[in-house]
Structures are given as structure tokens and as C-alpha cells.
């Protein structure tokens, strides 16, 4: 029987050149990415002192690591989901986070108009990642890092890297640690989720219920001296306008309420914020305000303790 003794060489040298390209050559790896992202946020140890919880505004609105530039004391974890109810399955999941030792707690609440009605109440997005198969969750953990390495490219993605090319439009998302995923897009259309929300506000409004049920949270955290505090992100005007009119969402009536259970109410002027879809801010928005609420939070545990 003839033998290839070249074989072997050949394969080795096929791998050593696909390991090198992988490192250098544009791939499509977000759905790698956006899958350890969440993954990891899931299951997220029992670590942290400050923990935020919110919907898409406040998971693509708010970097922990710009948090703890200024609270330098604290661990951050962003634990907003996409569509995230405020209400007892987050509340849960969320104190479960906090870590054993004896320091000050922190919860943040991103208080939309959206987190407080019932189309958000199925937390659809942390049930299933949260029930995920075992197997898949190890998978996603362990081997998917790799994975992400090999990701398939295209003759047109390898074509702009090689000529430098830049997109005349994109939309991006940056999955980082601890829950933040940075966002942007090029053109900005500050009316694009207009539409959308006139939909939802059409069958969902904030309802007493729910505003009731967070209340009761923010009492009971702060009974058990967990920090609670409370926030609006911000939006473009038409849609400010918009929440509070078709979706029933009073700030006034509602931070006041906050503070009367227990908690501290952040205002902001959502004049200072920039979003790319009128819904959602950008990068440098959103570390703008990571900024401020960590600022903020300074400001608060300094008169409180």
C-alpha cells in the first residue's frame, strides 16, 4: 500500500496557516459573542456590590466599568435583559447576586415605562437563558470561546479589511464583561423606535399594579439596608412625550413614590444624552451617564452613612 508521507505535513501547515488567519482576518462572530455574553451574565457568580436591573436602556446604557472608575470600593454588574420587567423574577435573580460580605449593597433600578407594564412581565429573555439545557450552557461557556475564533468570514468583509474600507452605515454591538453591551449606529435616526412604541403602548400601558409590586421591593431591600436607587434613562424628547402620554408614565408621581418606599430617585436632564434611535443611547452617552450615576451613588452613601 502506497503511503502519502506527506499528508501529515500538509495538515499540519493547513492548521498553523487557519490558527494565523484566525487572529488576523475579519470573521462574523456576534452570534458567538452575544451568546458567552449572555451566558455569563446569567450566571453570574454571587460577587458584586452594586447590581443594575432594567430593560435594553439600561443594559446597552450603562458600563460597570465606568461605575467603578468612581466607586473604586464596589464590584458592578449590569443585570438588565432585553424587555426585563421590574417585578419579583428579576427582583430574585438580581439580590442573588449580591455578595456575602459585609459591605454596603447597591441595587439600581432603570425604571422605563416599558419595565413597568405587562408586556414585560414574562422576563422572556433572562426565563430562557436562565432554563437553558445544561449541556448548551456548558458548551456556551467552555467551548464556544474557541469557537468564536473560527467564526466564518465572507470574500466582501475580507475585501474592506484588506482595502481599509469603512461602512457608510453600520449598527454595532459590543459585548462586554459584566453585562454591558456598547451600542451605536451610523446614520442615527432618533425616530426609528417611534413606531414600535406607539405598537406596544397601543395593548400595554404602566399599570398601578406593577408600579405596587416594585414599590413593595424597594421597601423590603431597604429594610434589609440594601442601597436603593432609582432612575430613568434617558430618550429623545418624542419619545419622552410619548411614554407619558400613550404609556401612562407620571416621573413625577413615580419617583416620589420611589422615595416614600425607601429609595433614592436619580433625576436627569435627558437633553445632555444623545441616542441613535431615540430609544437607546450611544457609547459615549452611555458612559457619560455611568458617570453620573456613580457620582451620584458617591453622593448618596456619603450622606447616608
Excluded at 449598527?171 to 451600542?183: A, D, L, P, R, T
Excluded at 395593548?203 to 399594579?209: I, L, P, T, Y
Amino acid at each position: 500500500m502506497k503511503i502519502y508521507h506527506n499528508i501529515p505535513i500538509t495538515l499540519i501547515i493547513a492548521t498553523i496557516l487557519v490558527v494565523t488567519l484566525s487572529f488576523f482576518l475579519p470573521t462574523q462572530q456576534q452570534k458567538q459573542l452575544a451568546e458567552i455574553f449572555w451566558t455569563e451574565k446569567t450566571f453570574a457568580p454571587a460577587k458584586f456590590d452594586l447590581i443594575l436591573i432594567g430593560d435594553s436602556r439600561t443594559y446597552r446604557g450603562v458600563s460597570p466599568y465606568e461605575m467603578e472608575k468612581k466607586l473604586t470600593d464596589m464590584k458592578v454588574l449590569n443585570f438588565a435583559y432585553s424587555n426585563g420587567g421590574l417585578n419579583p423574577t428579576i427582583f430574585e435573580a438580581a439580590e442573588k447576586k449580591l455578595s456575602k460580605e459585609d459591605r454596603q449593597k447597591v441595587i439600581i433600578l432603570g425604571v422605563t415605562a416599558n419595565c413597568i407594564t405587562g408586556y414585560t412581565q414574562n422576563n422572556e429573555q433572562f426565563t430562557i437563558e436562565k432554563n437553558r439545557p445544561r449541556e448548551e450552557i456548558i458548551e456556551r461557556r467552555y467551548l464556544n470561546p474557541l469557537l468564536y475564533r473560527f467564526a466564518p468570514t465572507t470574500i466582501d468583509l475580507v475585501k474592506d479589511w484588506v482595502t481599509n474600507k469603512k461602512p457608510q452605515n453600520y449598527y454595532s454591538s459590543i459585548y462586554n464583561n459584566k453585562g454591558w453591551v456598547e451600542s451605536d449606529k451610523y446614520p442615527a435616526d432618533t425616530t426609528e423606535a417611534i413606531e414600535s412604541y406607539k405598537k406596544d403602548f397601543t395593548s400595554f400601558k404602566v399599570e398601578e399594579r406593577y408600579i405596587e409590586t416594585m414599590l413593595n421591593q424597594v421597601n423590603t431591600w431597604s429594610e434589609k439596608g440594601i442601597l436603593v436607587v432609582g432612575f430613568r434613562p434617558p430618550v429623545s424628547q418624542p419619545m419622552r412625550e410619548l411614554e407619558d402620554s400613550m404609556g401612562l408614565y407620571n416621573e413625577a408621581e413615580i419617583s416620589a413614590r420611589f422615595e416614600a418606599a425607601g429609595g433614592h430617585w436619580i433625576e436627569l436632564n435627558m437633553s445632555e444624552y444623545k441616542t441613535y434611535d431615540g430609544s437607546h443611547l450611544g457609547k459615549e452617552s452611555a458612559l457619560k451617564l455611568s458617570s453620573v450615576l456613580a457620582e451620584q451613588v458617591r453622593k448618596i452613601l456619603d450622606r447616608i452613612n
